[in-house]
């Protein structure tokens, strides 16, 4: 069982049947011009006509306001993939139970929270489906259970975790990403010796987030 938290208000805060536990990410599919009319007010609104918009993915600017590429790319067609491409675009993840509310797992790409908490009972890690049809049990680096509902990521190896997800779940035209440079200059900023020594972040996160910050997109 899981708390409803979707768009429509009669079922605000009711406890709904929980069936699965894979989601579907919000950055990727279609819907239908009658839903869409809602987005703009955070209004629930009559499924109409053909579903062949992108999604807006509406947790990825942290505000549940996003709209489709205002800034991140949300993906609608196999030929609109490329930043990530498909073999590292994840479309099912395994969620964590106590968060099952409805199909759609929330990802938030500006600053380090769990929206949705991917789950973590599989040998201290969950299960990833991925466009180009590949699926990988994921082990986490934080061996602590993972928390949603906007839980803020303050544990080092919990933000390696968030920053792994973040890398696969989309991007934006090509700039200096201000996320990973922060993450590169405050919370990594430092040698790989001083790193492990300081217990700041194991060096393979620091180099994670300096690729991030020069990539190509911004993921």
């Known amino acids: 069982m899981g708390r409803y938290q979707g768009w429509n208000p009669a ?9 699965r536990t894979f989601s579907m990410s919000q950055a990727v599919g279609t819907i239908c011009p009658g839903f869409d009319a809602g987005a703009d007010t955070g209004t629930w609104t009559p499924h109409t006509g053909t579903p062949n918009l992108p999604v807006n993915g509406p947790w990825l600017n942290n505000k549940r306001t996003h709209r489709h590429e205002k800034p991140w790319f949300t993906y609608s067609k196999i030929s609109g993939i490329n930043a990530p491409g498909p073999s590292s675009l994840w479309v099912l993840v395994d969620e964590d139970v106590s968060g099952l509310n409805d199909a759609a797992f929330a990802f938030a790409m500006e600053h380090p929270i769990w929206a949705d908490a991917p789950g973590t009972y599989h040998n201290g890690g969950c299960g990833f489906a991925f466009v180009d049809g590949h699926s990988e049990s994921h082990q986490w680096r934080s061996r602590s259970g993972k928390q949603g509902h906007d839980y803020e990521i303050r544990d080092p190896l919990d933000l390696q975790d968030w920053l792994w997800m973040r890398e696969r779940t989309s991007g934006k035209p090509p700039f200096v990403d201000p996320v990973a440079m922060r993450v590169l200059v ?32 911004s993921s």
């Not at 079922?11 to 069936?19: L, R, S, Y």
């Not at 405050?186 to 994670?208: D, N, W, Y």
Request: charged share 10%; glycine share 18%; proline share 5%.
């Open 11 to 19: 079922m605000t805060g009711k406890i709904v049947p929980a069936a």
């Open 186 to 217: 405050h919370g990594f900023g430092c040698s790989a010796l001083a790193c492990a020594g300081r217990g700041v972040a194991p060096t393979g996160a620091r180099q994670r987030a300096a690729n991030t910050a020069g990539a190509r997109y």
